[in-house]
């Protein structure tokens, strides 16, 4: 419990079954004062790799966050970079 300042979770949770269960471990390990950076794709082509299961809004990633606070949102690539991922695939 409350180990860690820092965890980075990229492109990670639209691959597990239970993102929630992943959130609430996430806010148990983290320590006090810590910071957790979660980055989800939201318009960007299946990519099973094992499994991919769910695209994610903000305002879904924030209703999961339990006792975290969100201290910063937004999109890490843009329209242009989808239609390129899309075009790629």
Known sequence: DAQFT???CDAVL???FDPV?????MERVL???GHVHIVTP?????????KDYRRF????LKSMRGGL???AEG???GPAATMIVFTLE
């Open 31 to 33: 320590a006090p004062g």
């Open 6 to 8: 820092r965890i980075e």
């Open 75 to 77: 999109w890490r690539t």
């Open 42 to 50: 939201f318009c960007h082509p299946f990519h099973e790799y094992p």
């Open 69 to 71: 606070e969100v201290v």
């Open 57 to 60: 809004t903000p305002d879904g």
């Open 14 to 16: 639209e691959h597990v």
């Open 21 to 25: 269960q992943v959130m609430r471990e």
